[in-house]
């Protein structure tokens, strides 16, 4: 018995299947390693020509951007109103946009148009709604009586507000539904950008994003006139000077790599 | 007996056992070099595209740094400009809005370090890096004297300046006051094509 194991030569099948098992595994671990690293490299290109892409979109709403009011001539009340959601005004050089606000000279609040009326010797009837108290307000017609030529001030361009561009789901780019429910230039946009997003990303999956948010963004800023590196202070209370700035996300999520992108945009910029 | 004497004289391998060896070292040598070509493939590609990336990157900077100033008056600048961009394809002849363009001339006035202004065209074309080249692969820059924006003062021509290399393809498409950007990039090794969408504002035009 014992002669016969010291006649044995080579290796059992046992051992050789588990060499053979250790070879494959170690064959399996590589592969997987390899197969992992070209995913990695393949998201990476994805990500940086989106990030490209996503600088074309900033680089075009910086064009769209436009916060300063447009007056449209010398805009007035036309005649007494009582408080209502329609206003005749007149002196207009042009017609204003649905989503202008503006205020009038006597009336409290401000406004926000919803509708309006071709322009006919420079006067146009406004559908409105005041625009600085909750949307879910039980009345939002106009404060108090309007009087004939009290003057109106625009305060808010629509054309030029990128909140149009608020939510905007670029996955959706070629769904024309969707597409219908925005401005012409919006929708230009969307379908540029979400074709260019498609182009560098490839189709999404169920859970991708590709979604631009726009806030605006206050922060108060400590005033030092004097330079001493203490807030100024008027009755014990110190002073702030306010900044707007209008901030746009894009958030791209791509299988399990999100990207988060960040621009603000002030005026004169 | 005398068999066992021989078998236990027996040294080395018999021939079945070295081809059976040979062959499973053969499997597992080719195994180990196609995944240590396939890394090292992946590490080649990896450099290469990492010099695409740095090319472009710094290719888009330098386009945008002048595209965006397209138009752009000095205070003291005595006249207007007349032409802030000019498009032109490949036979230099211009090129309308929304079309594709080979050569992009923009013209703005720059600050020099004495603080007096002085005003430029800037020309961006694809050019070959050596004229034996059959391929254009070099974003070249040339920047010309003017005082208009229209006719060019220089009493030489200007040299070509190098910008970035690599590249497959380059059009520009203006659109209102926005330069769009369609870039293709391709790698030293020639196995890796990128694409790359860029734009840039022209803030100092109005249209």
């Given at each position: ?269 | ?82 032409r802030?961009v000019y498009l032109t394809d490949s036979s230099n002849i211009e090129v309308g809005e929304?079309i594709e363009a080979d050569i992009v001339y ?44 229209v ?21 520009i498409?203006k ?33």
């Amino acid at each position: 018995m014992i002669s016969k194991k010291h006649d044995q030569k080579g290796m059992s099948v046992i051992e050789a299947m588990t060499a053979c098992c250790i070879l494959a595994l170690s064959v399996i671990v590589f592969m997987t390693l390899q197969s992992q690293q070209e995913q990695r490299f393949t998201q990476l290109r994805k990500f940086d020509k989106a990030a490209y892409a996503v600088d074309l979109m900033f680089e075009e709403l910086s064009a769209v951007y436009n916060p300063v009011p447009i007056q449209y001539g010398d805009p007035i009340v036309d005649q007494n109103t009582s408080p209502s959601n329609q206003l005749l005004i007149s002196g207009c050089t042009s017609l204003p946009d649905v989503g202008d606000k503006f205020m009038i000279a006597g009336v409290p609040g401000s406004y926000q148009i919803i509708a309006r009326t071709s322009l006919v010797s420079t006067k146009t009837t406004l559908t409105i709604e005041r625009s600085d108290i909750p949307q879910d307000s039980p009345n939002l017609n106009l404060a108090s009586t309007a009087t004939a030529n009290a003057r109106i001030t625009f305060v808010f361009n629509s054309n030029g507000s990128l909140e149009q561009y608020n939510n905007l789901d670029l996955l959706k780019y070629n769904n024309t539904t969707y597409q219908n429910t925005f401005p012409s230039d919006v929708k230009v946009n969307l379908v540029k950008w979400g074709s260019i997003l498609n182009k560098h990303l490839g189709r999404p999956a169920i859970n991708d994003k590709r979604k631009i948010e726009v806030i605006d963004v206050t922060t108060n800023i400590p005033i030092d006139e004097n330079q001493d590196g203490i807030t100024d202070q008027i009755d014990g209370i110190d002073q702030f000077v306010t900044s707007i700035k209008t901030q746009v996300t894009v958030r791209i999520k791509q299988d399990k790599s999100e990207e988060i992108f960040r621009r603000r945009y002030t005026n004169g910029t | 007996m005398e068999r066992k004497i021989r078998k236990c004289n027996q040294s080395g391998f018999s021939l079945a056992e070295a081809l059976v060896g040979i062959a499973v070292s053969t499997i597992v040598m080719t195994a180990a070099g196609f995944i240590y070509n396939n890394f090292q493939q992946t590490f080649i590609r990896q450099i290469n595209h990492n010099v695409i990336k740095q090319e472009v990157r710094f290719a888009i900077h330098a386009l945008q740094l002048d595209l965006k100033m397209a138009g752009y008056k000095h205070e003291d600048a005595a006249n207007g400009i007349q032409r802030a961009v000019y498009l032109t394809d490949s036979s230099n002849i211009e090129v309308g809005e929304q079309i594709e363009a080979d050569i992009v001339y923009v013209c703005y006035d720059s600050i020099n370090n004495n603080n007096t202004s002085s005003r430029k065209i800037i020309k961006y074309e694809l050019r070959k890096k050596v004229s034996s080249n059959v391929k254009k692969t070099v974003l070249m820059k040339k920047t010309y004297n003017t005082n208009d924006c229209v006719n060019k003062s220089d009493a030489n021509e200007p040299n070509w300046e190098p910008v970035a290399e690599h590249f497959k393809k380059f059009r520009i498409i203006k659109t209102n006051n926005i330069l769009n950007l369609e870039i293709e990039m391709e790698d030293p090794g020639e196995k890796i094509v990128e694409k790359y969408n860029a734009a840039a504002f022209m803030r100092n035009t109005s249209y």
